[in-house]
């Protein structure tokens, strides 16, 4: 049996996961209606380990950018795509600035 805690963590997982769901589902309904926010077009530096990604997992840039800290993820939890989940450095507090 999960602890409680365990089951809190999952929830609080699958409520991150669910909340980047709606925004994705958002901005593509702006990209149907041809009026995309100007930080919704796809930043030019896109590193080569999130291309090979989204050609490993057949998923849109989106999936790979952290829009709370405006940079490529570069870890991919270790369920990964079952939970759509990942960490830029900063997520993860690393950031130097
Ligand atoms: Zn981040």
Redesign the pocket.
Known sequence: MPTKAELQARVDLLEKVNADLERMLARAQRELEGRLLPEEEQPNDITNTVRKWMHEYQLPWEVFW?A??H?W?DELCSSFPYDIYA??????GEDKT
Not at 87 to 92: F, M, Q, S
Request: overall charge negative.
């Open positions: 952290c709370d800290h940079q993820v960490e830029c450095p900063g997520c993860r």
